[in-house]
């Protein structure tokens, strides 16, 4: 078909509209633009090349229109085309011959202030100008506008600001942390371009769908989308482009699917970037060896990565920038979806590190007694995800899962949980999975003698107003020296120190006159009274620690067997002398701090350093003679082989050597030093050693002993430093007053409870086991009257306790193994889940999305198993801590039970899950309906 010439054709139709729709129905449209050019129509011709995407010459027709209108006409083509060639990813450094002529034009535009702003924006975008996408990024979320922040965030995670990391500068290392996640809606039109994609309209040619196939919506994927290679891999040969510079239209879902993958990977990929970083920052971790010693072999040679700070460079400002970033970080880890084990892996990497910042070597760096919230700008909002890792981490932990870092990673995680907030790790620290795998731990030394968990010892003497907590900190101790258990020994240093400090607090908080002469470095004081006294009097337990710290100085001197403790990942006797002194000072410290308050063990503590420069005893100086030995004695101390770090304790020969090596070692720094807490001023002494705090009720003792005006986070988790303090945006627990105005346990928190542990428990649970051993028929009905019937009979037996009582012990019964089932559910559903993430990885993209609805299912199923495995816990709140006083009925716990065959029902649909499971567990007659009650 042949036209006349444009110029007389479009006469036949009514107006040039119809002439202009006409051409473009019958595939003229490239004809449009001569027709109009011929009748000189530019601002027509530039709509046209506009909607065709050729924006440079649309914006020059605008120019060569009169049109009133085209100046504006054109600044809006112009910004449109630089939006359109900005897209995400893409655009980076990769500034096209079009978005050259666009910014060009941009200059003598007629734009709007905003509009000005906006092209700098993309400028700023492409060149990957990090200090103004950092400011663009904000400013976009303070204004809610997601297409700009997600751009500006994205291009500015591209940049180089992420080696800021590697700054010794606090605050630019802050700055480079990435500020916020977004998630974002592909379905909304005002940023789509910056996925490069649009909806397909009609106009646009698009795969007709075959007979069988349904209409769905369709998008269109270009060539400069950052899932467009994804895109051109995904379409079945028969459809593919002939060229790969061609757009690919695919379904809506399949685009949305692919671009959050895509973003989800970048998202990745920058936290994997920043976790590499900050593990080698010199902001996150000082050497600690130039702190001290004022020298660092390797800082000369290049080999030490940490930063060299002065002392007289820190402040508590200093360590509470350097704790912020540490939390900032597990701030940005958290918000990556990864497997997880890495997750775990992660977790548990920066935790420790945390732990090390918190508990150094060192008094002078600051510790977990200076973390101030009202110096941390993001405290409120980072802190609850590091406490979520803690109870995550803890709820983790079991002896059958890496078991060389079980224990050290269950003291790290309840001693920071209850330092940064008591009330809410005492909701979990009892419902870990600390006390499974019974034989495993047996064989790892995790059984104590009493066949009870050694961790339950640790954890109890946690527990404030605990009675003999006292007691089962020593004898947790005693155990892990002398048994044959995987534990750190830095990690077990810092409890010692804990224990230490909170016995000669109760030393002096059951006497009568108070904490008058007590002498504890500052942050010693601030933990103490924070892990508060025992309601029992210490008795012979000073000497009891004071000879377990005398067997861990010999362990750490190797002059007894190490067994299977270890230092900074490596076993203790490969472990260098010099680290081993730091904690051997710590220890000696601890020793001396107990003989200066507490002055019966002094002469024993004496004894303890007079051996500190004895030979090993051992097979190879058996032949030696006891005066030889005596010598060598005296030549080892005197020597300068024994290490400076501990020499002074070894020289001294009465007590007020130790109180010189004392004052030595615990040198008074802008962060620490030692004080001695005084009622009155009293009389002046001719040689001062300590410096004294007056303090004659103790009620303003924190305004004595802080550092700075705003009270530390550990302050506010003690009743005597700070009353009644907590933190804004965390649980608060009302305190329970009895009438004669003693305050009742629910004061200091959510009691610990074993499971079981006393003999009472334990009978109770072989009441029920053998009532549902002896019946093989219905006993009154179903399982709900079988419950309640045995709870009423043990309410006859069990007198002065309430009906929540005897029906707590009723349970533990049957649902220890309920809640085992559904840990070995999870466990399946776990497996199933990595399974599906490396097929996911293997297989073509046509079986990605079944794969990807499977894994949603079961993780689905897999965290309702979670949550009713949580509920049945024997300590968890569906029977213990109770809003209303009325006890849980067994009928609730029974529908709760009666919904574990359901979630098999479900996930035997999509996993491997036996049928006869629940027998080979024990489960069985609660849960199989084989069983004689079921319903």
């Not at 004898?475 to 804990?498: C, G, I, M, N, S």
Request: charged share 25%; glycine share 6%.
């Amino acid at each position: 078909m042949t036209l006349p010439p444009s110029s007389k054709a479009w006469k036949l139709c009514e107006s040039k509209d119809e002439f202009l729709d006409f051409l473009l129905d019958h595939g003229f449209e490239d004809q449009r633009i001569s027709f109009l050019d011929s009748i000189t129509e530019h601002e027509r011709i530039a709509q046209v090349l506009w909607e065709a995407g050729d924006y440079v010459n649309a914006a020059l027709r605008f120019g060569q229109s009169d049109d009133p209108s085209s100046p504006r006409q054109a600044s809006r083509c112009i910004l449109e085309g630089i939006r359109s060639n900005v897209p995400l990813a893409t655009s980076y450094r990769n500034e096209s011959t079009t978005l050259s002529k666009l910014f060009k034009l941009s200059q003598t535009a007629t734009l709007t202030p905003d509009e000005k702003a906006e092209v700098e924006f993309l400028r700023a975008v492409v060149n990957l100008d990090g200090a103004e996408l950092k400011q663009y990024s904000q400013d976009y979320l303070d204004k809610q506008d997601l297409r700009g922040a997600l751009l500006a965030l994205d291009a500015w995670t591209q940049s180089a600001t992420l080696d800021g990391l590697r700054s010794t500068r606090d605050g630019e290392v802050a700055e480079s942390a990435p500020p916020t996640s977004l998630t974002s809606p592909e379905s909304n039109i005002s940023i789509q371009h910056i996925f490069g994609i649009s909806d397909a309209s009609s106009k646009e040619p698009a795969r007709q769908p075959r007979q069988s196939e349904d209409i769905t919506m369709q998008r269109i994927v270009r060539p400069c989308s950052f899932i467009h290679a994804l895109a051109f891999a995904l379409v079945s040969r028969g459809e593919q482009p002939r060229s790969r510079a061609d757009p690919i239209t695919l379904p809506t879902n399949t685009v949305d699917d692919m671009i959050g993958r895509a973003l989800l990977n970048r998202l990745n990929a920058v936290i994997e970037r920043v976790d590499e970083i900050a593990l080698k920052s010199r902001a996150f971790e000082m050497c600690q060896q130039f702190l001290v010693n004022q020298e660092c072999g390797g800082r000369d040679e290049g080999s030490c990565w940490k930063g060299h700070v002065l002392e007289k460079d820190l402040s508590i400002e200093k360590f509470n920038s350097r704790f912020r970033l540490h939390i900032l970080v597990i701030a940005v880890l958290n918000l990556g979806v990864f497997d997880e084990r890495i997750r775990s892996i992660k977790q548990k990497m920066w935790i420790t590190k945390l732990f090390q910042l918190c508990y150094p070597a060192t008094n002078k760096a600051g510790c977990l007694s200076d973390i101030t919230p009202a110096l941390i700008p993001e405290y409120s909002l980072a802190m609850p995800v590091v406490q979520c890792w803690l109870h995550e981490v803890f709820r983790s932990l079991r002896p059958a899962d890496q078991v060389k870092y079980f224990l050290t990673n269950i003291l790290i995680t309840s001693l920071l949980a209850t330092a940064f907030d008591y009330k809410e790790a005492t909701t979990y620290l009892w419902r870990g999975q600390w006390s499974l795998d019974p034989q495993y731990a047996f064989q790892n030394g995790l059984i104590q003698e009493n066949s009870k968990p050694a961790v339950g010892s640790a954890i109890i003497w946690l527990a404030k107003r605990t009675s003999t907590r006292i007691n089962l900190g020593i004898h947790f101790l005693t155990h892990v020296l002398k048994a044959q258990v995987h534990l750190d020994a830095e990690v077990a240093v810092a409890f010692a120190e804990e224990v230490s400090a909170q016995l000669i607090l109760n030393h002096y908080a059951h006497s009568s006159t108070g904490y008058d002469y007590m002498v504890m470095p500052r942050s010693w004081i601030l933990r103490a009274f924070t892990r508060a006294e025992a309601p029992q009097l210490n008795g012979s337990m000073p000497w009891a620690l004071a000879t377990v710290l005398d067997t861990f100085l010999s362990i750490l001197l190797l002059k007894q067997s190490a067994g299977k403790l270890q230092m900074r990942g490596s076993v203790l006797r490969d472990v260098s002398i010099a680290v081993r002194s730091q904690a051997v000072q710590r220890v000696c410290r601890c020793l001396a701090l107990i003989g200066q308050n507490i002055i019966g063990i002094r002469a024993p503590v004496l004894g303890f350093f007079g051996k500190l420069g004895s030979p090993p005893v051992g097979p190879k100086y058996q032949g030696i003679g006891t005066s030889f030995l005596g010598f060598f004695k005296k030549l080892a101390v005197d020597s300068p082989l024994v290490r400076p770090e501990y020499q002074r304790f070894a020289q001294a020969t009465n007590w007020d050597g130790v109180v010189d090596a004392l004052v030595g070692v615990t040198r008074a720094s802008t962060m620490d030093e030692l004080l001695m807490i005084r009622r009155d001023v009293g009389h002046p002494t001719i040689r001062p050693r300590f410096k004294t705090v007056v303090c004659p009720d103790g009620k303003d003792i924190l305004a004595k002993l802080r550092i700075s005006q705003y009270p530390p986070v550990i302050a506010l988790q003690s009743d005597i430093l700070c009353p009644g303090g907590n933190l804004p945006g965390f649980k608060k627990q009302e305190e329970g007053v009895s009438g004669n105005g003693v305050q009742t346990k629910s004061a200091a928190g959510p009691g610990f409870e074993s499971v079981p542990s006393t003999p009472e428990d334990r009978r109770s649970a072989s009441i029920i086991q053998a009532f549902f051993r002896r019946h093989r028929r219905r006993a009154g009905g179903p399982i709900a009257a079988v419950f309640e019937r045995l709870a009423q009979k043990l309410k006859k037996r069990t007198r002065n306790y309430k009906l929540a009582r005897p029906l707590l012990l009723c349970i533990r019964g049957p649902l220890p193994h309920v809640v085992a089932y559904l840990l070995t559910l999870r466990n399946i559903s776990d497996k199933t889940i990595q399974t599906l993430n490396r097929n996911m990885q293997k297989i073509s993209h046509e079986k990605i999305e079944e794969l990807h609805e499977k894994g949603v299912e079961v993780r689905r199923i897999r965290d309702a198993i979670i949550r009713l495995g949580e509920e049945l816990q024997p300590s968890s709140s569906l029977y213990s801590n109770r809003l209303s006083a009325t006890p849980v009925s067994a009928l609730e716990i029974v529908k709760k039970v009666e919904q574990v065959p359901e979630l098999v029902r479900k996930l035997q649909n999509s996993v491997d899950c036996p049928e006869d499971l629940d027998y080979k567990l024990g489960v069985e007659p609660i849960l199989s309906n084989r069983g004689p009650w079921a319903l």
